[in-house]
T-cell receptor, first 115, second 111 residues
Framework: DTGVSQDPRHKITKRGQNVTFRCDPI?????LYWYRQTLGQGPEFLTY????????KSRLLSDRFSAERPKGSFSTLEIQRTEQGDSAMYLC?????????????FGEGSWLTVV | GQQLNQSPQSMFIQEGEDVSMNCTSS?????WLWYKQEPGEGPVLLIA?????ELTSNGRLTAQFGITRKDSFLNISASIPSDVGIYFC???????????FGKGTLLTVNP
């Protein structure tokens, strides 16, 4: 499978714990995105990388959230001191950065439940 | 900020019927995308539209990029049970490819 891959698919954690999600984009894609989706809503943009550079962060991304893409390939999203309001699906997506037709493809998502 | 209004919120139809849903925006986009999402899964790209007025088909699906660049519609012809899911429109403005999503249309198809 050469699509966007996310791990883990599901995570249940206690409030206050830290969690980390990993995303492996489509191999030739240099842009990588993180979105968050809660029940009944469309995905909301969190941040994106072009290669290893983090170029934009949403105000939704509080100080407890940090994303990295150290070698311009896979990315991690860490949430520190989780809160119940962090419960959501975290979606990773990737695309090329130029040219017509460079649409965004999503992974299957990582469900986070904070109890 | 930009907002996308997607309608209807939900549809309950019989197998074989045609379906139409649309999105309108308070501001222009230069790309419109339509995704389908099934429970517990990520959105899957259905159709991408890049030019105002563009009409694109993908099997039984047809989508159009509105002339004003502020709207788009998606039609599904001869619906089948596997069409069930949530359909999202998403708009892109600028070159950074950040998506703004609608709230989705929940489609239920009765066999």
């Amino acid at each position: 499978d050469t699509g966007v891959s996310q791990d883990p698919r599901h995570k249940i954690t206690k409030r206050g714990q830290n969690v980390t999600f990993r995303c492996d984009p489509i191999s030739e894609h240099n842009r990588l995105y993180w979105y968050r989706q809660t029940l009944g809503q469309g995905p909301e943009f969190l941040t994106y990388f072009q290669n290893e550079a983090q170029l934009e962060k949403s105000r939704l991304l509080s100080d407890r959230f940090s994303a990295e893409r150290p070698k311009g390939s896979f990315s991690t999203l860490e949430i520190q001191r989780t809160e119940q309001g962090d419960s959501a699906m975290y979606l990773c997506a990737s695309s090329l950065s130029s040219g017509v037709g460079n649409t965004i493809y999503f992974g299957e998502g990582s469900w986070l439940t904070v109890v | 900020g930009q907002q996308l209004n997607q309608s209807p919120q939900s549809m309950f139809i019989q197998e074989g019927e045609d379906v139409s849903m649309n999105c309108t925006s308070s501001s222009i986009f230069n790309t419109w995308l339509w995704y389908k999402q099934e429970p517990g899964e990520g959105p899957v790209l259905l159709i991408a539209l890049y030019k105002a007025g563009e009409l694109t088909s993908n099997g039984r699906l047809t989508a159009q990029f509105g002339i004003t660049r502020k709207d788009s519609f998606l039609n599904i012809s001869a619906s089948i049970p596997s069409d069930v899911g949530i359909y999202f429109c998403a708009g892109v403005l600028g070159s950074n490819y950040k998506l703004t999503f609608g709230k989705g249309t929940l489609l239920t198809v009765n066999p």
